[in-house]
């Protein structure tokens, strides 16, 4: 995807609408609703694998804008305060690198991650229900309305970047509520026969003295083909 600070206006427009349609938005609604009705644990974890899904989604999209959201801000500003606060705790409290969370995201740790001890799927019932909460009631939900009036409105591109500085901010906060936690869908499957062959296959030429790679080489070398 093209760098978020080399779109021209119409671009910036397109992809400000794609962010504020996308589908965590709408499985934050239906988990809110769950929740609401105090759901059972297997029913409100069948919507959070596609709340996290829709998260990682969302991610993606965020990746290629690295940019100090408070750049060019004027410093004494309100709002600007008020974000330079929000960004101050993330930054304060964040564990991890964009590359860390890039890999993360594909369900690999990196041996510098500190992986997080806290399962999801091994938090009691209250927990989980606290967890989920705290994460529809983000502040991301009611900054994406507010993009979204923006965008209904045809607002200046000016009034467009400083809301989406703030969506980016609010999203940040999202994945700092997240980070903590170790999340993966496929934990506890059964690995299908044609797949544990394969890994004791690799295992085998492992034991014979076979050439391994770390995580990093495979990637990098991915990434440059």
Same mark, same amino acid.
């Given at each position: ?35 609401? =009705?105090?759901?059972?644990?297997? /029913? ?51 564990? /991890? /690198?964009? =590359? ?24 009691? #019932? ?10 529809? /009631?983000?502040? %991301?939900?009611?900054?994406?309305? #507010? ?6 409105? @045809? ?5 467009? @970047? ?52 770390? %995580? ?10």
């Amino acid at each position: 995807m093209k760098n978020i600070t080399e779109m021209s206006q119409s671009e910036f427009r397109k992809f400000l609408s794609s962010l504020v349609n996308s589908e965590i938005f709408k499985s934050r609604e239906r988990l809110a609703g769950l929740l609401g =009705k105090n759901s059972s644990r297997e /029913t409100l974890e069948t919507e959070f694998l596609e709340f996290h899904g829709d998260y990682e989604e969302l991610a993606t999209q965020l990746e290629a804008y690295t940019e100090d959201p408070l750049n060019r801000l004027h410093p004494h500003a309100t709002f600007t305060k008020k974000l330079k606060r929000q960004r101050d705790y993330i930054l304060a409290n964040r564990k /991890t /690198t964009l =590359k860390e969370r890039i890999y993360r995201r594909m369900g690999i740790y990196l041996e510098s991650d500190p992986k997080p001890n806290k399962k999801i799927t091994e938090l009691s #019932q209250d927990g989980y229900r606290q967890l989920l909460r705290s994460l529809v /009631t983000q502040n %991301l939900f009611a900054v994406r309305e #507010q993009l979204a009036a923006l965008l209904a409105e @045809d607002a200046s591109f000016e009034a467009l @970047d400083i809301a989406f500085r703030e969506f980016f901010v609010a999203y940040e906060l999202l994945e700092l509520a997240l980070e903590d936690y170790h999340y993966d869908p496929d934990e506890g499957l059964e690995i299908n026969p044609e797949f544990a062959e394969e890994l004791g296959k690799v295992d085998a030429h492992l034991k014979a003295g076979g050439k391994t790679y770390s %995580l990093e080489e495979v990637f990098e070398e991915l990434e440059g083909e």
